[in-house]
């Protein structure tokens, strides 16, 4: 199994940056696609990046150009650098992983991240 913990969430003003980090329990080999996703208060969930075992990324429209996914294989870490955050930036945001090992797909535990002045 994977188990996925969250960090770095928190409040910050319009306009300002934050980090978040998931980092993964399993062995690298087993995970395949990470990605990140949030859920706004009183909103479904959705897509906010992911990213392939070989660095190939995808972005949610809302996000492109001021979200970077990253991941360093060797921490088995992923990164979500957030930049010119907005309040409909609001959310929690929840890291997963996708593994053909294991046949499914893991979720953290949700991180808050409040943008507002």
């Known amino acids: 199994q994977v188990r996925l913990v969250e960090s770095g969430g928190g409040l910050v003003q319009p306009g300002g940056y934050l980090t978040l980090s998931c980092s993964a329990s399993?062995?690298?080999?087993?995970?395949?696609?990470m990605g990140w996703d949030r859920q706004p208060p009183g909103k479904q969930r959705e897509l906010v990046a992911f990213?392939?075992?070989?660095?190939?990324?995808t972005y949610g429209d809302s996000v492109k150009g001021r979200f970077t996914v990253s991941r360093d294989n060797d921490t088995k870490t992923m990164y979500l650098q957030m930049n010119s955050l907005k309040p409909g930036d609001t959310a929690v945001y929840y890291c997963?992983?996708?593994?053909?090992?294991?046949?499914?797909?893991?979720w953290g535990q949700g991180t808050q991240v409040t943008v507002s002045s």
């Open positions: 997963n992983a996708q593994s053909d090992y294991y046949g499914d797909t893991f």
């Open positions: 399993s062995l690298d080999s087993r995970i395949n696609t």
């Open positions: 990213i392939t075992s070989g660095a190939a990324t």
